[in-house]
């Protein structure tokens, strides 16, 4: 090595500030538009949950129990992969949310973004959004109420992959026989939902 | 004879879709070497600005991205652009003799100030080239890599750089 090599390789190079460059690439990309998908993701009484926005409004809700890799990759892959982790662009969102849990709140006020459901499953699931606080209903009742009275076994699959749980009030949906169903979340997420809303008793 | 023969398949534009990961994950995985990069190429002041405007032109670029096999190398070619850029810009300025030259200048590597600058005045490839080398301790078969050029080109590069500052740091 002679004396110029050796001088480049004592470069001091500074550290990135890696936060800072983040705020600023959120700022300009909301600023010109390329922030296609703002994810965040806050504690709650269910787990950490993960809240995906557009500028559209709310596209999903992720349990913990899902790898956020696959759930970021197959949201790129089917919405956009313009992607970052941007709270500020998911704070109404947070925000109703812990109104929610917190008691204060019974239905939700943000937007929605229903692109990641196709087909019957939409029916299904804005029949869901409109089930009160409070109140539950059967699959059967869902299936009716999205045009096709027999079609509950599709309703219970389209319940099983709603991307926006919570919000979209999937687990509202409980068997005719008195059986809580399934949930996407696991059947103990379901519990604690509907006893908040005073469905169940608790400790049930 | 125009016209296809029977065996001949129509042609058919089949339409790839390329998996690109969510663009957040390349700034995790690449914001940390390509700031190294940027500030051995044009001194930390210029490095924070080119970093953001690379990752800002790979996003507005990212959807319309056909291969996705070496984004790292698409984002060092990005980078290297943005180097460039700042370097005219600066080169520009000293001709023109504008106020603020001397912070620019004072603010680069005050260790060994003539040599950086002598860095940046490189041209791009050799810039790009010498920085992989011995900033970041890269065989030339990586440097290629990274630059997307053959193994030969990384090495002719390297070195027509290094012959360059040598002549600089001897004027």
Redesign the interface.
């Given at each position: 090595m002679?004396d110029?090599?050796r001088?480049?390789?004592?470069?001091?190079?500074?550290?990135?500030n890696?936060a800072g460059?983040?705020a600023?690439?959120r700022e300009?990309?909301t600023r010109?538009g390329?922030l296609d998908?703002a994810y965040a993701t806050a504690d709650s009484p269910l787990g950490p949950l993960t809240v995906f926005v557009t500028p559209t409004g709310l596209l999903r809700i992720r349990y913990q129990d899902e790898p956020l890799?696959a759930t970021?990759?197959e949201?790129?892959?089917r919405v956009?992969?313009?992607?970052?982790?941007a709270p500020e662009r998911t704070d109404v969102v947070r925000r109703e949310l812990e109104e929610y849990f917190a008691g204060r709140r019974r239905s939700f006020d943000v937007p929605l973004d229903w692109r990641l459901v196709r087909g019957f499953a939409i029916n299904v699931l804005r029949a869901t959004s409109h089930i009160p606080f409070g109140a539950v209903t059967t699959y059967g009742a869902v299936a009716t109420e999205a045009g096709s009275p027999r079609a509950y076994r599709a309703a219970g699959n389209a319940l099983g992959s709603n991307p926006i749980p919570i919000v979209v009030p999937c687990h509202r949906v409980v068997h005719s026989g008195g059986g809580l169903g399934g949930y996407t979340g696991g059947i103990g997420r379901k519990k604690i939902l509907l006893e908040l809303e005073g469905s169940l008793p608790a400790g049930r | 004879m125009t016209g296809r023969g029977p065996h001949e398949r129509p042609s058919r534009r089949v339409l790839v879709r390329v998996r690109l990961p969510p663009f957040q994950t390349l700034i995790d995985a690449h914001a940390s070497e390509l700031h190294r990069f940027l500030s051995a190429s044009v001194g930390p002041t210029e490095a924070d600005d080119c970093l953001q405007e690379t990752f800002i032109s790979a996003l507005r670029a990212y959807p319309r991205l056909r291969d996705a096999s070496n984004l790292r190398a698409w984002l060092y070619t990005i980078a290297q652009r943005k180097a460039t850029d700042a370097a005219r810009r600066w080169k520009r300025q000293r001709a023109e003799g504008l106020e603020g030259i001397e912070l620019a200048v004072a603010a680069h590597d005050v260790a060994d100030e003539s040599l950086w600058l002598a860095v940046r005045g490189l041209p791009p490839k050799q810039r790009a080239a010498v920085v992989h080398r011995f900033v970041f301790d890269l065989a030339f078969r990586e440097i290629g890599q990274r630059m997307a050029i053959t193994e030969e080109a990384a090495r002719q590069n390297v070195h027509a750089g290094i012959r360059r500052l040598r002549l600089e740091m001897d004027r």
């Open positions: 002679n110029i090599e001088r480049l390789a004592a470069a001091a190079v500074p550290s990135l890696v460059l983040n600023r690439l300009r990309a010109d390329l998908v890799e970021l990759q949201t790129a892959d956009s992969p313009r992607i970052l982790e | -």
